[in-house]
């Protein structure tokens, strides 16, 4: 039998963070999901294992302590959060496939910067994930093991993409 990669996604009760969750609840993933809205939290743990009984389901407040227990970090939080969130995870985001999904206008900068030493995907959600039929979602990073394993979760979930392969430059490369 094969491992099942845990999934933490931050910022789990958000509208997107929601709607990732139970949308990858049924693929081969352990679910970690973090939020500090605790009532919320249950509540999504709750509707999550009614729909799927079978599926392997945490919460947890702390953002550290997600993104230390999680194989993939999946960011869903409002993009005024997401510099003090990778602050919060930069410590124990070494090495892990973060993905961080925002709406197109509101693409982040450059998280890369932020994690160094993590593979940072970017997915930037032109439409409402939750009532447009016509979304897109344009994932761009530059490590092809995290662009596959973020089209991965996007296929479960069945929402349309383009994918942008792009070189990120790092701080410790200018010369």
């Not at 789990?12 to 949308?23: L, V």
């Not at 999504?44 to 702390?62: F, G, R």
Request: aromatic content about 4%.
């Amino acid at each position: 039998m094969a491992v099942k990669n845990t999934v933490a996604i931050i910022g789990a009760t958000t509208t997107t963070g929601a709607f990732i969750a139970k949308g990858i609840s049924n693929g081969p993933y352990r679910l970690l999901l973090m939020d500090c809205a605790i009532d919320a939290l249950d509540a999504l743990q709750s509707d999550i294992t009614s729909v799927n009984a079978d599926v392997e389901i945490d919460a947890v407040q702390c953002c550290k302590d997600a993104s230390w227990e999680a194989d993939i970090i999946v960011v869903a939080v409002a993009a005024d959060e997401l510099e003090d969130t990778a602050r919060k995870m930069q410590e124990v985001a070494t090495c892990k496939t973060v993905i961080s999904i925002t709406a197109a206008e509101n693409a982040p900068g450059n998280l890369q910067k932020l994690l160094p030493y993590s593979r940072v995907i970017n997915v930037a959600v032109a439409g409402n994930i939750l009532f447009d039929k016509d979304i897109s979602l344009f994932i761009e990073g530059n490590s092809e093991e995290a662009i596959n394993t973020a089209v991965e979760m996007i296929k479960i979930i069945d929402l349309p993409y383009n994918v942008n392969k792009k070189e990120h430059e790092h701080e410790n490369e200018k010369k």
